[in-house]
């Protein structure tokens, strides 16, 4: 079955520490997303990307950063400079075409806890 | 600039009961209009969305929402609840550059 795949689901890390976040998808999709989720906020946009070799930044970008050098793969990277990296990290995809706006597919996600 | 209210931060409902949940969006441009649920420590699941046409879309599970232009709003229903129903929903709306901007969630309970 085609989806997306996050891993690891549970991460811990040590303040200071760089981690990347990994999510695979095998739906040919075009689009990928990294989306932040803390209680009562709702899911915020940190990157996101339409093409390989490009991306965007998106609403909340500051201290992450991504690569998207396969179509399949877009990991994300929390670095030391995110000031409160603690969260729930969902990646997406969707399908570009002209005219058509598709809906997007999200991983189960990854809980990122630093300390 | 867009923007999505879920005004009901926790809903609870018997077994059984009807439900709605509210949305209401800001939006410049026609909208594209999504309803997902996601349940704890999960993803999030499409449950139905509104590109155009019809106001009143049929989603999966039993869920349908309607668009009213006049209001802002895209409302989630059900008839009738069922435990498995518990989770939390989103209402988003689809920019142009297909990116989804996400209201704050409701969290919904259901009591047998």
């Known amino acids: 079955d085609g989806g997306i795949t996050q891993s690891p689901k549970y991460l811990f890390r040590k303040e200071g520490q760089n981690v990347t976040l990994s999510c695979e998808q095998n739906l040919n999709h075009d689009a990928m997303y990294w989306y932040r989720q803390d209680p009562g906020q709702g899911l915020r946009l940190i990157y996101y990307s339409q093409i390989v070799n490009d991306f965007q930044k998106g609403d909340i970008a500051e201290g992450y950063s991504v690569s998207r050098e396969k179509k399949e793969s877009f990991p994300l990277t929390v670095t030391s400079a995110q000031k409160n990296p603690t969260a729930f990290y969902l990646c997406a995809s969707s399908q570009l075409g002209q005219g058509i706006w598709s809906p997007l597919h999200f991983g189960n996600g990854t809980r990122l806890t630093v300390t | ?112």
Do not use: M
């Open chain 2, 1 to 112: 600039a867009q923007s999505v209210t879920q005004p009901d931060i926790h809903i609870t409902v018997s077994e059984g009961a009807s439900l709605e949940l509210r949305c209401n969006y800001s939006y410049g441009a026609t909208p594209y209009l999504f309803w997902y649920v996601q349940s704890p420590g999960q993803g999030l699941q499409l449950l139905l969305k509104y590109f155009s046409g019809d106001t009143l879309v049929q989603g999966i599970k039993g869920f349908e929402a309607e668009f009213k232009r006049s209001q802002s709003s895209f409302n989630l229903r059900k008839p009738s609840v069922h435990w498995s129903d518990a989770a939390e929903y989103f209402c988003a709306v689809g920019t142009g550059a297909n990116n989804l901007f996400f209201g704050t969630g409701t969290r919904l309970t259901v009591i047998p």
